[in-house]
């Protein structure tokens, strides 16, 4: 079952457009699969108060894990959104 995070985040991108690693909570999280892309439709411009830039939004599906020197943890499944004001991260899947 996911966990809704919504938090603002940083992430580095490589050479071929993909997520390689993220910071959350100033933790870094290394992305250790391979990313999946996929798009998600926004809700109507009718829904919202505004009129829209964009028809869908750009998320990534990566598995990563946390690096920490003190600590061993495991790898997770996170879903990260790429929107117009930067990247977020929407859900944890622990």
Request: glycine letters at 8%.
């Amino acid at each position: 079952m996911p966990t809704v995070i919504d938090d603002t985040i940083e992430v580095a991108i490589g050479g071929d457009g993909q997520p390689t690693s993220f910071v959350w909570q100033r933790f870094l999280y290394t992305v250790t699969g391979q990313p999946q892309a996929y798009f998600r439709r926004l809700p109507p411009w009718w829904h919202g108060d505004s009129s829209p830039t964009r028809i869908d939004q750009e998320l990534w599906r990566v598995t990563a894990v946390r690096d920490s020197p003190r600590e061993q943890h495991g790898e997770h499944l996170y879903d990260l959104c790429h929107a117009a004001g930067g990247w977020r991260l929407a859900l944890s899947w622990e």
